[in-house]
């Protein structure tokens, strides 16, 4: 299988190489496939270090931690860190509340994943999740379209990608994989 992409002469990676690693391995994870590989298209995947649009290093499939401005990572590496942020991001979901597998589970761990586990721990989202206010939940996705005070909705502050991703989390909320 050809795990790798030339583009332009530099090694990239693609999404899907990465989500037929993890398909082939052990794991124990409660996101669907298409959860997988709807998070992993909304993040790109990139073998090298770049800074998203919160100015962090990030690699792979938005793995940040302990990502610096030069590293690099191989495919295997890059499904590790998905497996292990995905992983996390579940384990908080779980503490927080009780979601049965499906869209709306995926969509809350995707919430996690972007967002972090104190911005999910103090949204009103997982307030109306508790509450079983499932498509209530849904539609705070789009709440959530600021990074580092700037308002993504405003084309001049360059991270309208933000906007389209929680458009995206909030149809599969609401309405499952289409």
């Known amino acids: 299988m050809n ?13 899907a190489s990465v989500l037929a690693v993890i ?34 290093w ?6 940040t931690e302990g990502v ?20 996390a991001a579940e384990k908080v979901v779980d503490r ?13 761990v995707s919430f996690v994943f972007n967002l972090g586990a104190g911005n ?3 949204s009103t989202y997982l307030k109306k999740l508790k509450a079983g206010e499932l498509r209530s939940a849904c539609n705070e996705f789009l709440r959530w379209v600021f990074v580092n005070g700037k308002d993504c909705r405003d084309k001049k502050n360059r991270c309208s990608g933000i906007v389209k991703r ?12 289409q």
């Open 120 to 122: 999910f721990r103090r």
């Open 68 to 87: 610096k401005k030069s590293d690099k990572a191989s495919i295997e590496t890059i499904a590790d860190w998905f497996i292990e942020d995905i992983t």
């Open 166 to 177: 929680r458009q995206a989390e909030r149809k599969v909320c609401l309405y499952g994989y």
């Open 58 to 63: 990030t690699a792979g499939l938005g793995h």
């Open 23 to 56: 398909a082939s391995s052990h794991h124990e994870l409660k996101t669907s496939a298409e959860g997988l590989a709807f998070i992993g298209e909304l993040e790109g995947c990139s073998s090298s270090a770049y800074q998203c649009s919160a100015d962090r």
């Open 96 to 108: 927080q509340v009780s979601l049965p597998a499906g869209p709306q589970y995926d969509m809350a």
């Open 3 to 15: 795990r790798l992409k030339k583009i332009s002469g530099v090694v990239a990676c693609v999404v």
